[in-house]
């Protein structure tokens, strides 16, 4: 068994080193993409990990007005909803200096990530491609935006051609929509980013064997299309 060719490591003690790092260079590439084509793309993942990368992001002045955001991925629950991923990105991305940027969300009115599949895809048609920057976080069983191990979807994610599908991970709640793989490659810059020895190990882990279905995230770090960057801080 071949193992992955490593990806480019920013290794960190601290969390507010990586993100102030992070930050700088995320906002550089939006605001170079919006002088050369009038507009920039971001995608960003949930979770717990990047509320302190949004927050600083919020605070860097570019051209915010240009820029086009989405999720990699969500949770299929309102806007309101204490797990919603968009409420994470309106309360702590969207704010101060980031507070005009055009923000997409990927849930629609339908009753399931199924039904809202085509609507949410059609909201992110005017986005620029290739994405200018895509950003990932990893959970502990090595999935990636909503790409699960336990997902019966996986192998869809993996092949589809489509932007967007509907997974349906058995060990964590609700019904998510994802960003395919295809889609999550389609970008200028990917970023990995997280935090902690355990997600370290996880990441070593899928460094070190080629499975994709067993840690999801291998299929993103095992290719060579897309430039990925993989910022890690222990603390
Ligand atoms: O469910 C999700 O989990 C992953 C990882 O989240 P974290 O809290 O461990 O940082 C996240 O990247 C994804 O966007 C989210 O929906």
Redesign the pocket.
Known sequence: MTAIALPVMKTFARSDELVAQLAKRICQQLQDSVDQRGSASLFV??????LPLFQAMSKIGIDWQEVCIS?????WVGPEHADS?ERLVREHLLQNRAAGAKFVGLVTMHATPEEGVAMATDRLSHFPRPYDVVI?????DG????LFPCCEQLEEGFNTEATLLATHPTK?PHG?ISLSLKAILNARQIYLHIGGVGKKEVLDAALAGTDAKELPIRAVLAQSQTPIDVYWSEA
């Open positions: 993942s949930g979770g717990s990990t990047p999720l990699v991925d969500e949770r991923n990932l976080g990893m959970g502990g999935h990636t935006a909503s964590a998510r």
